[in-house]
């Protein structure tokens, strides 16, 4: 069974920075994507990023685009999100998710989803 665990998660002032962090385990991977997504309260769930397998490919979501970073750890069942200059609408809970072919923006087609971290940006 395949297990996502996140941390980093916390409160920020805008303008302020936190890292997500998401560890993968429970089996081998290959040839997978991992990538996060957000939902706010009374909000769809959002797409944010998404990183292939070897960190050659990267993906945002328009309204992180420049601000969000992800990235993969040296052990590839890891992967971060660094988040700069963070605005009260990045509020939300945030969930790492995994999958071998999914449609990068659609979470219906992620298997694995993380717990949740919640992320709150406020003055």
């Known amino acids: 069974q395949v297990q996502l665990v996140e941390s980093g998660g916390g409160l920020a002032q805008p303008g302020g920075s936190l890292r997500l962090s998401c560890a993968a385990s429970?089996?081998?991977?290959?040839?997978?994507?991992m990538g996060w997504f957000r939902q706010a309260p009374g909000k769809e769930r959002e797409f944010i990023s998404a990183?292939?397998?070897?960190?050659?490919?990267?993906y945002y979501a328009d309204s992180v685009k420049g601000r969000f970073t992800i990235s993969r750890g040296n052990a590839k069942n890891t992967v971060y999100l660094q988040m700069n200059n963070l605005k009260p609408e990045d509020t939300a809970v945030y969930y790492c998710?995994?999958?071998?072919?999914?449609?990068?923006?659609?979470?219906?087609?992620?298997?694995?989803w993380g717990q949740g971290t919640q992320v709150t940006v406020s003055s």
């Open positions: 429970g089996r081998a991977f290959s040839n997978y994507v």
């Open positions: 998710v995994l999958d071998q072919t999914p449609v990068l923006r659609d979470g219906r087609t992620y298997d694995y």
């Open positions: 990183i292939n397998w070897n960190g050659g490919y990267t």
